[in-house]
């Protein structure tokens, strides 16, 4: 069996709403909101670069490219004063896919945003406009406490600043790709972590703190953030 789709199947057989347990379900609504929040700061910058609209942005920003905006970001809030404190720590179920590291609950799940999902037929990012806490309670079955929570945790967290704080240094980059150069922003992520966990099958080994800085330096220098 291709080892893709065996991993797709073994992710979507155990990670369904139903067998999620209630800690689970708040462990995912926190990277979602997390991830609409990225989707945003992307489309932010783009505005204040070139001036174009949301609509015109997120026609480039396709799904490869978003996953691999993603991936670069939490790399670029990996600091060595910082230790073991970034993205990663929400971000935490990356597996290497033939296009570069994937977070799989962000990959399955990306329907389930508030703000943004995906149009499969066309391959693009959509806006959309859902009651955040409506939109959770329907999809997780978890309480409007809950979700309240989860939101002011990420503030209090320091998830927030730390998301800002690393798409500001992606801003900054002298030689990051455009949204629509997805294979050198795949190329990108082509690197040790990933190169490791393909070979081996196996999900990327973020929990590595040292492996994490060097990647992190890499990148750093390669798009000169």
Known sequence: MDKYKERRDKYLSLHNAESLSLAEKRKLVEKLLVFDELIGLLI???????G???????????????????????????????????????????????NGPVDEDCYYHINDL?????DFGKGVIIKRDCDITASFVKQFGISEIDISNIINKIDS?????????????????????????????VNLTHRDLWEEANN??????????????????????????
């Open 200 to 225: 081996e099958n196996k999900p990327l080994n973020t929990s590595n703190w040292d492996a994490l800085l060097k990647e992190a330096r890499d990148i750093r220098v390669v798009i000169a953030a």
């Open 52 to 98: 174009q609209t949301e609509e015109e942005i997120l026609k480039d920003l396709s799904f490869i490219p978003l996953m691999k905006c993603l991936y670069i970001v939490c790399l670029l809030s990996v600091h060595k004063n910082k230790p073991k404190n970034s993205l990663f720590n929400v971000f935490d179920n990356y597996v290497p896919y033939e």
């Open 157 to 185: 967290d320091g998830i927030k600043d730390m998301l800002i704080g690393a798409v500001n240094d992606l801003r900054q980059a002298l030689y990051f790709p455009g949204f629509k150069d997805k294979y050198s922003l």
């Open 44 to 50: 932010e910058w783009k505005k204040a670069i070139n």
């Open 114 to 118: 508030p703000h943004y999902a995906i």
